[in-house]
């Protein structure tokens, strides 16, 4: 299995990013991904999550309405759109591939993980 994360940068507060995230190694089809973001001191956060199977999503409800996920089976890979980035959004990003969303990330087990790409956003 092989996750990697690409997008990352700085960005001014207000600003937007596109993190996009390539799987191979498994069927994507039978899996859910997520997107989860660590900064330093700070508890790991779930962010979202979608559905391979239904496209079904969820979101951490620090980022509903500003950050949307998005997949293309046919080509592994998934997104995330972060809109109206806030200073309290830096952290490293990963994507992970877990069984199924669930009701939300405490639901989730966790398969594979991405080295991750670094989110800064400056004020």
């Known amino acids: 299995v092989k996750i990697v994360e690409s997008g990352g940068g700085l960005v001014q507060a207000g600003g937007s990013l596109r993190l996009s995230c390539a799987a191979s190694?498994?069927?994507?089809?039978?899996?859910?991904m997520t997107w989860i973001r660590q900064a330093p001191g700070k508890e790991r956060e779930g962010v979202s999550c979608?559905?391979?199977?239904?496209?079904?999503?969820n979101y951490a409800d620090s980022v509903k309405g500003r950050f949307t996920i998005s997949g293309d089976n046919a080509k592994n890979m998934v997104y995330l759109q972060m809109n109206n980035l806030k200073p309290e959004d830096t952290a490293v990003y990963h994507c992970?591939?877990?069984?199924?969303?669930?009701?939300?990330?405490?639901?989730?087990?966790?398969?594979?993980w991405g080295q991750g790409t670094q989110v800064t956003v400056s004020s």
């Open positions: 992970a591939t877990v069984v199924s969303c669930g009701s939300g990330s405490d639901s989730w087990n966790f398969l594979a």
């Open positions: 190694g498994f069927t994507f089809d039978d899996y859910a």
């Open positions: 979608i559905s391979s199977r239904d496209g079904s999503t």
